[in-house]
């Protein structure tokens, strides 16, 4: 059973109260439940890592920096009392680097519950990863894209009727204005660095559906959600104008979330009993939302997912081997 404890905080305003709510729902423990977190090491994912940590779960870092993985490794461990969690080099803007990733995992010869698909970049300059995709599109949907599917078969045979796998990427309302420009993807035409981050955001959420309807007509007991964090006070936002860092520094502490308020509907969504089976959904906020309508375009989903396995090298219908 669920052990709910609400805190309540009082905000002067200039012309009157407002009275904030904040449940911290305890949800059940994950002894022997394995789990990975792209981008574990810091913001967003380096909060989820430590809740699922403390649920007992054994929580694998995915990330490019080993001092600063190492490092969050460290304090986890600290404050957890969870020895499990360690890093694992895997950056994202490499296929090469995520094929090696998913081998050193799969010699630790252990299951995978959940899947939390969280690293991401931001409005950075028009640049390519190592495999000359643009870098929003490669590093934030098409490395997740491919790591998902060379873990798929895992997951799979980790998940059970009463207890299925979870997938867990991480969108934002950013996607609502994006725009899959499926004959060019690459930005090549024109670079927007708000449009390549929309589309790329748009991406995984059709990416997501798609997912959740594969693993549907395959019997898996697999689930595949994507969520909202909400706008929440990151390093994501180094790559804004001066302008908009005055702005967020001056403003931050009213509108924006904390990284760990910020980690709550990745954490529900990966251990909630409310989610045991339910797949195919956008959450904000722990709630069910209504994602663009253009995300719920089957054939849209269908044509993403065709290119992004020629370009990630994968069959669509065949095995995930590396």
């Known amino acids: 059973m669920w052990l709910i404890k609400v805190s309540v905080m009082f905000l002067l305003l200039p012309t009157r109260f407002v009275l904030f709510f904040s449940f911290h729902v305890v949800f059940p423990t994950?002894?022997?439940?394995?789990?990975?977190?792209?981008?574990?090491?810091?913001?967003?994912?380096?909060?989820?890592?430590?809740?699922?940590?403390?649920?007992?779960?054994?929580?694998?870092?995915?990330?490019?920096?080993?001092?600063?993985?190492?490092?969050?490794?460290r304090k986890i461990k600290e404050e957890t009392v969870n020895?499990?969690?360690?890093?694992?080099?895997?950056?994202?803007?490499?296929?090469?680097?995520?094929?090696?990733?998913?081998?050193?995992?799969?010699?630790?010869?252990?299951?995978l519950h959940v899947l939390v698909n969280n690293a991401g970049v931001m409005l950075v300059p028009e640049r390519k990863t190592e495999d000359g995709f643009e870098e929003h599109f490669g590093l934030n949907y098409l490395g997740h894209f491919l790591l998902t599917n060379l873990l798929l078969e895992t997951l799979k045979q980790s998940g059970t009727c009463s207890r299925n796998a979870r997938v867990i990427t991480v969108s934002s309302a950013t996607h609502y204005v994006g725009r899959l420009h499926l004959n060019d993807l690459q930005s090549r035409c024109f670079y927007s660095p708000h449009g390549a981050y929309a589309q790329s955001k748009l991406a995984l959420v059709l990416f997501t559906y798609q997912l959740q309807h594969l693993v549907t007509a395959d019997g898996s007991h697999v689930t595949a959600n994507v969520v909202d964090p909400g706008v929440v006070n990151t390093e994501l936002y180094k790559n804004v104008c001066w302008a908009t860092k005055v702005v967020k520094w001056m403003t931050a502490w009213l509108f924006f979330k904390t990284p760990e308020e910020g980690a709550s509907t990745s954490i529900y969504a990966a251990v909630s009993p409310e989610l045991e089976g339910v797949g195919g959904i956008y959450l904000y906020n722990e709630q069910r939302t209504k994602s663009t309508d253009v995300s719920y375009d089957d054939e849209l989903q269908r044509r993403l997912w065709t290119e992004s396995c020629k370009m990630t090298r994968i069959s669509d219908v065949g095995s995930r081997d590396l």
């Open 30 to 73: 994950q002894n022997g439940n394995v789990a990975i977190v792209t981008g574990g090491a810091k913001g967003i994912g380096y909060h989820t890592v430590k809740h699922l940590a403390r649920l007992g779960m054994h929580v694998i870092i995915a990330g490019n920096d080993e001092s600063e993985g190492q490092e969050a490794v």
């Open 83 to 111: 020895e499990k969690v360690e890093f694992l080099h895997c950056d994202l803007a490499s296929m090469k680097s995520i094929r090696q990733f998913v081998q050193q995992f799969r010699a630790k010869n252990c299951p």
